[in-house]
């Protein structure tokens, strides 16, 4: 639970803008002539921004955080609204992306494996690339080494490995929502989608919960996350266990020894609340040279909204503000209010202000009762980041419009830790606020009792600033203390390095005990060995500049670095070459001295830049869990996909479709020199070309997965899954996806 004050009102720190809800007077009525009246002079004052402390402050009164909230929303839209008096345009936006459907070809059912020899993952087979060991990260393949469990469109497939080398269809299940990924503990089957109101039943109860009010189509949150679980100790019949409806779409999920955090951003949305200047025809109707008279004009359409925003937020509860679960079992749906007494569950940045929540929720889905914990934070977008024990939230310490006018104002990031030991509870442990910006969950890392960050300072190229200093990285190390004057536990700076490759971005991290390393790039790729042996002092023991740059770091073991990135654009060896996926593997065994073992490119064509084939994409160069090295054999498994457009010509004229490449390029890696050579590929590319390809979202159609299995590996593609024996490539084994056309796309 989020730590409790004993302060009162003074750690609220209040916006003052609710002032303006009150001014009397009525501007001129738009919808007959249009009146110009004199403004208060002082109603584009900007409010004061006070950069304190970012240390989460729960609250113990649901009327303070309903002020908070009522505050900060207005804010947001009363800064839009001025940036649009002055022509400047900066608003920001949320978009759900679509999954389309599919099924799987019949098969015949098989509710075990054939086999009752246990597989070990790890061992046996190879699961999801998680970034700890122990911390099992949500994915949209899941194996336990005798079924693959594959989310496919709106289709949760169940397959059977009866031996290795071998695949059979047991079971496909329909999923309400998008399905974006799962978890899997035994015989439970966690499925987390998303989930919009739109495709809500009207005649269903969920529907009318979901509403603002009785208005028709007007939804407390446009993005929903859906929590699916499924019994599935009969893998051919698996069954819903609840399904649980969460206001906000999903951020992330991590399971540890069965019990589940997931973390959720909600953003609920305010019914008539505008960000815009709704003119009147006499302002078209103007020169466009005549400035003075148009922006008077728009001052007062801002004016006039404002006041009409502030009406609406006077008229809204808490209850409006925040969000809830729905929790649906059978035919009954209960409404669970988050809230805890006093609101005591949500807390903010003693600072901070945002709209949106942090929701982090601990669940015990995997039990047959259901009981959750949530804790609440008043934040924006947040990164996520865990280690058995501690759960790490960092999130930007202001909103965009903070930046908006304020040139003192710099980037920076605020740091939340939670204690995650005890399965079930979330207990808080301090928040730090850094410089900077952190690129993902790899540039940050907790050992042995302290935090590692990886952050760069004007990633963002300070554009609300005229004359920003250049960029520069740091690392900077954080343990848990007390803060005398609030009397609470905090996140304090224990030591730092600045100052690496000033003008340069870090590109991608990695912390491996206590060593770090980093790659930045603004010309050429340096690869940085940084010993943390004293987290006090870190120091750098070495620098490598190599052509190219490396998007994600994988350590193989003590010595060797494996990499997946872009190589040089040019002879000179500066620039990237987006159309390139490199490997590259790094000799660390001298740490103050590393060494570039080896280069291999890899493409899925013989020549790419012939017959018009596009990039050679690689998911894995994005996404840690597509990349996917199995030491036992030490391969590693390289998803690849291109495409071009192919023109056919016909008695009738001309006609065009696309081709596309689909791939799984399996490279030999010696542990002990880094030496790299292809060992073979899998092509899926047949599978992907049919007639029943849908080429408007032909991404899934990708090989995205791999799985090793003893001495064969499964390649996962939306076409289908294919096996091949490693010693031979040949093909032992496939089956194919039935891809159908999505409903949307019908009508055009």
């Known amino acids: 639970m989020i730590y409790r004050s004993i302060m009162n009102a003074k750690k609220f720190v209040a916006l003052g803008v609710l002032t303006m809800m009150v001014m009397s007077g009525c501007l001129g009525a738009v919808d007959e002539e249009f009146v110009l009246s004199k403004l208060p002079e002082d109603w584009t004052v900007k409010?004061?921004?006070?950069?304190?402390?970012?240390?989460?402050?729960e609250y113990d009164s649901c009327d303070l955080m309903e002020m908070d909230l009522k505050a900060s929303i207005s804010e947001e839209y009363r800064t839009q609204l001025l940036q649009a008096v002055d022509e400047v345009y900066n608003y920001r936006g949320w978009g759900d992306g679509m999954v389309a459907e599919s099924a799987m070809d019949d098969g015949a059912a098989s509710d075990t494996a054939g086999t009752t020899t246990k597989r070990v993952e790890g061992e046996d087979f190879s699961g999801t690339n998680n970034q700890e060991q122990g911390v099992d990260e949500a994915d949209f393949?899941?194996?336990?080494g005798y079924y693959i469990y594959v989310l496919q469109?709106?289709?949760?497939?169940?397959?059977?490995?009866?031996?290795?080398?071998?695949?059979?269809?047991?079971?496909?299940?329909?999923?309400?929502?998008?399905?974006?990924?799962?978890?899997?503990?035994?015989?439970?089957?966690?499925?987390?989608?998303?989930?919009?109101?739109?495709?809500?039943?009207?005649?269903?109860?969920?529907?009318?919960?979901?509403?603002?009010?009785d208005g028709y189509n007007s939804w407390r949150s446009s993005s929903m996350t859906k929590f699916t679980t499924y019994d599935i100790s009969n893998r051919s019949e698996p069954e819903v266990v609840q399904e649980l409806y969460l206001e906000g779409y999903n951020v992330d999920a991590r399971e540890i020894d069965g019990s589940i955090r997931a973390v959720t951003h909600s953003w609920l949305d305010v019914p008539g609340l505008t960000n815009w200047l709704n003119m009147p025809s006499e302002y078209w109707d103007l020169d466009y040279r005549d400035e003075d008279n148009r922006r008077e004009f728009r001052e007062v359409i801002a004016y006039e909204t404002i006041l009409e925003n502030t009406k609406i937020l006077n008229s809204?509860?808490?209850?409006?503000?925040?969000?809830?679960?729905?929790?649906?079992?059978?035919?009954?749906?209960?409404?669970?209010?988050?809230?805890?007494?006093?609101?005591?569950?949500?807390?903010?940045?003693?600072?901070?202000?945002?709209?949106?929540?942090?929701?982090?929720?601990?669940?015990?889905?995997?039990?047959?009762?259901?009981?959750?914990?949530?804790?609440?934070?008043?934040?924006?977008?947040?990164?996520?980041?865990?280690?058995k024990d501690v759960l790490v939230l960092t999130e930007s310490s202001w909103d965009w419009w903070w930046f908006w006018g304020q040139d003192e104002v710099m980037e920076q990031t605020n740091i939340h830790t939670f204690d995650i030991s005890v399965p079930g509870t979330t207990t808080y442990t301090g928040s730090g606020r850094i410089d900077g910006t952190i690129l993902d969950q790899f540039s940050i890392s907790e050992y042995e009792g302290v935090l590692r960050v990886a952050t760069t300072v004007g990633q963002w190229n300070?554009?609300?600033?005229?004359?920003?200093?250049?960029?520069?990285?740091?690392i900077i190390t954080l343990v848990r203390g007390v803060d005398p004057a609030l009397d609470q536990p905090i996140l304090q700076e224990y030591g730092r390095l600045d100052g690496i490759a000033e003008t340069e971005r870090i590109w991608s991290a990695r912390f491996v005990e206590d060593r770090a390393y980093l790659v930045t790039f603004r010309n050429i790729d340096p690869l940085w060995t940084i010993d943390l042996s004293n987290p006090m002092s870190p120091e750098i023991l070495g620098e490598l500049k190599v052509p190219g740059v490396s998007t994600y770091i994988?350590?193989?073991?003590?010595?060797?670095?494996?990499?997946?990135?872009?190589?040089?654009?040019?002879?000179?060896?500066?620039?990237?070459?987006?159309?390139?996926?490199?490997?590259?593997?790094?000799?660390i065994s001298n740490i103050t001295d590393p060494k570039e073992a080896a280069v291999l490119s890899l493409s899925p064509v013989e020549n790419p830049e012939e017959d018009r084939w596009t990039w050679a994409y690689s998911e894995a160069m994005y996404e840690?869990?597509?990349?996917?090295?199995?030491?036992?054999?030490?391969?590693?498994?390289?998803?690849?996909?291109?495409?071009?457009?192919?023109?056919?010509?016909?008695?009738d004229g001309y006609s065009w479709h696309y081709e596309y490449v689909s791939k799984a390029i399996i490279v030999n890696v010696n542990e002990s020199s880094g030496d790299m050579f292809i060992h073979g590929e899998i092509n899926h590319s047949s599978l992907v070309n049919s007639e029943e390809s849908n080429y408007w979202w032909g991404g899934d159609?990708?090989?995205?997965?791999?799985?090793?299995?003893?001495?064969?590996?499964?390649?996962?593609?939306?076409?289908?899954?294919?096996?091949h024996n490693l010693d031979s490539m040949e093909q032992t084994d496939v089956v194919a996806f039935d891809i159908e056309m999505p409903d949307y796309y019908i009508a055009y």
Not at 340 to 360: H, M, V, W, Y
Not at 462 to 474: F, G, Q, T
Not at 576 to 586: C, H
């Open 47 to 57: 409010t004061e921004r006070i950069i304190a402390t970012p240390q989460l402050i």
């Open 316 to 387: 809204l509860e808490l209850e409006d503000l925040i969000p809830k679960i729905y929790q649906r079992t059978g035919d009954n749906i209960v409404e669970h209010d988050m809230r805890s007494e006093s609101c005591q569950n949500f807390a903010k940045p003693l600072d901070g202000f945002s709209r949106g929540f942090t929701n982090i929720l601990s669940l015990d889905l995997f039990s047959d009762s259901f009981s959750f914990e949530s804790d609440h934070i008043l934040s924006n977008h947040p990164l996520v980041y865990a280690s």
């Open 554 to 587: 994988h350590p193989i073991n003590e010595d060797m670095l494996l990499t997946i990135g872009m190589g040089p654009a040019g002879e000179d060896g500066l620039g990237l070459d987006w159309s390139n996926t490199r490997l590259s593997t790094f000799d």
């Open 141 to 144: 393949i899941k194996t336990d």
């Open 701 to 723: 159609q990708n090989i995205r997965r791999t799985i090793f299995m003893g001495d064969f590996i499964y390649a996962i593609s939306g076409a289908g899954i294919t096996v």
């Open 153 to 213: 469109g709106s289709t949760l497939s169940i397959l059977t490995i009866p031996e290795f080398g071998e695949i059979e269809f047991t079971s496909n299940v329909t999923i309400e929502g998008n399905p974006i990924s799962m978890m899997l503990d035994g015989d439970r089957l966690i499925v987390l989608s998303s989930y919009s109101p739109w495709n809500t039943d009207q005649d269903d109860e969920l529907y009318k919960l979901l509403q603002w009010g």
């Open 462 to 474: 300070r554009w609300w600033m005229d004359d920003p200093e250049p960029m520069s990285s740091s």
């Open 624 to 651: 840690h869990k597509a990349f996917q090295y199995w030491g036992p054999k030490e391969m590693l498994a390289v998803p690849l996909s291109t495409y071009r457009w192919v023109e056919d010509s016909t008695n």
